[in-house]
């Protein structure tokens, strides 16, 4: 068996334990990588392949028939490295470390399950009309999205055009390009502040990528992935726990639209943030007060400064021409009194002699 391309860049490496390869085979599956284990015995190359971290059932034959995974198990010595090959994907192109085609044909969120399927540690790219969107993964789990000119994360779910590329690297690189490549944009001191960097829940994320998808089509079906293989020799596979259960959403150069940070969905909301937090109610001398408590007299002096205060808050709120006002000096008026008055009488009077014009009753 040849030895790996040159060009490939393993994403781990190092010394196989005396003890054997058995208790690194841990270690290794918290890589998640799809790919291969290479290991020389006597100058002569070897390969077991990987699946999510795991060997893989199905295994590359060797000219001399030899079986590679039980070689591997005897080794007491030597060193390894692991390569992170992508599986095959139906109608694109690429090679081990890279796979493009178009949106016209792959749902997004086909794609991004096929990232996760394979443990990706790299990022996938959505590109269309000017619009750019970077999903980056770490060991096949979701960890940060970057959108360039997109108002809405969700909108990128139901793109049916554009382009897509999926770039393996390793899990350092990756980690390196979120905090250095794309720095969160300056604002001016006179801007309002503008959320770019949201928290949002990963079930949301999930959620949201189903329901969004294009009704007029469905993408080429996944190529089934390699079952992992089980046995006595090997240690029962760990269920790998989610760190966390939000992805850090950027939106390069500013948000278009701020969003509540770790919230569980993503909203719209106003685009500054210096809004009120919530309207008071439109009538004077209701706003909301303190509640006393159960053994506080409601008459005690603390209790009507606490009302007092906040008619006094309301009054300096709320406009008067915003709102019917009842004043105190509305509830007594001599000249609406007389007027009144005026109307009274003549309505009796208007009465008795309406009555005085009626026949007498025999």
């Avoid at 599956?29 to 077991?48: I, Q």
């Avoid at 010595?77 to 085609?101: I, K, M, T």
């Avoid at 996760?116 to 000017?130: Q, V």
Wanted: glycine content about 6%; aromatic content about 4%; proline content about 9%.
């Amino acid at each position: 068996m040849s030895a790996p391309d040159t060009t490939e860049v393993p994403i781990a490496e190092g010394e196989i334990p005396s003890d054997g390869i058995v208790s690194l085979l841990t270690e290794l599956e918290s890589l998640r990588a799809t790919g291969a284990l290479v290991f020389e015995v006597d100058g002569d190359a070897w390969e077991v392949s990987l699946v999510a971290g795991q060997i893989a059932t199905e295994q590359p034959e060797r000219d001399d028939a030899e079986d590679a995974v039980e070689k591997l198990l005897s080794l007491r010595a030597g060193s390894y490295r692991v390569y992170q090959r992508l599986p095959p994907l139906l109608v694109s192109s690429g090679d081990a470390s890279h796979r493009e085609g178009s949106l016209a044909v792959h749902v997004p969120a086909d794609l991004m399950n096929y990232c996760e399927r394979a443990g990706l540690s790299g990022e996938l790219i959505f590109e269309s009309s000017g619009m750019r969107a970077e999903i980056l993964y770490d060991g096949g789990e979701l960890s940060t999205i970057r959108l360039d000119g997109v108002d809405d994360l969700n909108d990128v779910f139901a793109w049916e055009d554009g382009s897509f590329h999926v770039d393996a690297k390793a899990p350092a690189a990756t980690t390196a390009e979120q905090e250095s490549d794309h720095p969160e944009p300056a604002r001016v001191d006179t801007e309002p502040p503008l959320l770019s960097v949201v928290e949002v829940a990963l079930a949301s994320i999930v959620r949201e990528r189903e329901e969004r998808r294009p009704g007029s089509r469905t993408g080429p079906p996944l190529p089934p992935m390699p079952q992992p293989m089980t046995g006595d020799t090997l240690p029962p596979p760990k269920r790998r726990e989610r760190r966390d259960a939000t992805v850090k959403v950027i939106y390069l150069g500013g948000a278009p639209a701020a969003r509540a940070i770790t919230d569980t969905s993503t909203r719209h909301v106003r685009d500054d943030v210096t809004a009120e937090d919530a309207l008071p109610e439109a009538t004077r001398g209701r706003a909301p007060t303190k509640k006393t408590r159960p053994e506080q007299n409601a008459a005690s002096p603390q209790a009507v400064q606490t009302q007092a205060e906040a008619v006094m808050t309301a009054d300096q709120t709320i406009p008067d021409e915003m709102l019917h006002v009842h004043k105190p000096e509305d509830d007594f008026s001599p000249g609406k009194t007389l007027l009144w008055v005026i109307v009274v009488l003549s309505i009796s009077l208007a009465v008795l002699a309406l009555l005085a014009q009626l026949p007498a009753l025999e």
